[in-house]
């Protein structure tokens, strides 16, 4: 049973749009490689700049290659929101949903006295009225 979850979890490495991701990282490692190799030549016979970008491709490769592992890491087994204490809607405690989709999470307080955290509140939401619809005139919502 265990075997099979565990498999369960690695099929999305086969899904065609994974399967575009793989063949982009791989192409763009080996384009990287290719500019350095092309640099090098560049910098043997006589380019004093080229040394740099020889060593420099392969390093943005290396940096190809440490986030598509990260990527598929994360895909496997997602930053778990519980060891900071999330409630069941993926949110930190101490925070609720707010009632509209799209919106931010708000943190809930229970100190209701403090005039510097009403006022604080009030600016807020101030601020989330001014910039209600402005996505629609831009195509965000």
Sequence with gaps: MA?????SRWRFIV????????????????GMMALGDWQL???????GLSWAYTFEWPVFAIFV?????????DEV????AAASGAAGDGLPAGFHR???????AVAVTHDEDDPELA?????????????EGHGRWHGLR
Aim: hydrophobic share 40%; charged share 15%; glycine share 8%.
């Design 3 to 7: 075997e099979t979850q565990a498999a």
């Design 15 to 30: 899904t065609p749009r994974w399967v575009g991701w793989h063949l982009l990282m791989v192409g763009t490692v080996v």
């Design 41 to 47: 030549h560049r910098a043997e016979s006589g380019n």
């Design 65 to 73: 290659v440490v986030f598509w592992v990260k990527t598929i890491k």
């Design 77 to 80: 087994s997602p930053p778990q």
């Design 98 to 104: 707010a009632a509209g989709p799209g919106e931010p």
């Design 119 to 131: 006022a604080y509140n009030a600016y807020l939401s101030r601020l989330t009225r001014e910039v």
